[in-house]
């Protein structure tokens, strides 16, 4: 297995800053990039807002916050990656431009760099295609909220290693996180399972058999989610969940993961949930 001490994240958006601040918070010295120097800034101010609301929560104390911060530099250029053991990407959820970071990073980094996408439904294998380094690319994809949510799903593409697996592994375990294995098949483990019982709810709405209130109740009560399957929709990002349906139905080619005619109406709108401020629900933004 190979020793991991300094961490790039690629983009500073709602999962790179979580990635971040749960990486130095588990003692990885962490390089935060972004393409936008506002996207860096807000990112960054809202991990030291973050550290400090743990503060006052009593979640840590202040020297320790202080010392996560101190290990957490944010660079507006990728050829600063070059000193990391392994780099995280979170960028835009995009094929070229995942591909082109991937590209970048190979000529970038030394050759012990492991390389690993945030990634929650583009293949591992064709992301790994873009470098000279497919056994050192692996998926690792985190929750939203990243320091909230427990699990990070691995992904083993068709040419990852057995010791980047095992390093990526261990790296989520010491952020604390429980790390499942999964194969490179469109939308891996959790979004197989997930997206489709998002567009299932958005059939539900769209054929009327109950208000987005009501299904969402009664997922909530009757099936004790912290959240219901639109609002986690809005949450997600209605563009993000159509995506991915596509990804499903494309991947595998079955009618069953068809995205629903409303969930594209939305995002045609520009309801794109909590982000835009409107989605199933409303939102102040
Ligand atoms: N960053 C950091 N911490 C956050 C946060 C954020 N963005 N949002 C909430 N939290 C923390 C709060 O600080 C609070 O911490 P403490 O309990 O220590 O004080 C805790 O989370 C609970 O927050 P709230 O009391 O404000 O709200 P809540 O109890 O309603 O919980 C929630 C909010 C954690 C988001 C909860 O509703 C939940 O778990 N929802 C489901 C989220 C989920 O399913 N995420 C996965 C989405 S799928 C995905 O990410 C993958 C993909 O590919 C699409």
Known sequence: MSEIKTIGVIG???????????????????????????????????????????IEKGK?????AEAAQARLRPVEELTALKIC??????????????F????????????HTILASNTSSISITEIAANTSRPDKVAGMHFMNP???????????????????????????????KTFIAARDIAGFAVNRILMP????????????????????TAMKLGTNQPMG???????????????????????LGDTKYRPCPLLKQYVLAGRMGKKSGKGFYEYNV
């Open 146 to 176: 990243v320091p909230v949510m427990k699990l990070v799903e691995g992904i083993k593409g068709l040419e990852t290693s057995a010791d980047t697996f095992a390093t990526v592994r261990a790296t989520a375990e010491k952020m604390g």
């Open 229 to 251: 399957p639109l609002a986690l929709a809005d949450f997600i990002g209605l563009d993000t969940c159509l995506a991915i349906m596509e990804v499903l139905h494309d991947g």
């Open 12 to 54: 500073a958006g709602q999962m790179g800053r979580g990635i971040a601040q749960v990486a130095i918070q588990s003692g990885y010295d962490v390089l935060l990039f972004d393409a936008f120097t506002d996207g860096l800034n807000k990112g960054v101010s809202f991990i030291q807002a973050q550290l400090n609301k743990g």
């Open 197 to 216: 019982m998002i567009n299932e709810a958005v059939y539900a709405l769209y054929e009327g058999i109950a208000s987005a209130e009501d299904i969402d």
């Open 85 to 98: 053991d392994l780099v995280v990407e979170a960028a835009t959820e995009n094929k070229a431009i995942k």
């Open 60 to 64: 840590w104390d202040k020297a320790a």
């Open 100 to 111: 082109d970071i991937f590209a970048e990073l190979d000529k970038i980094c030394p050759p």
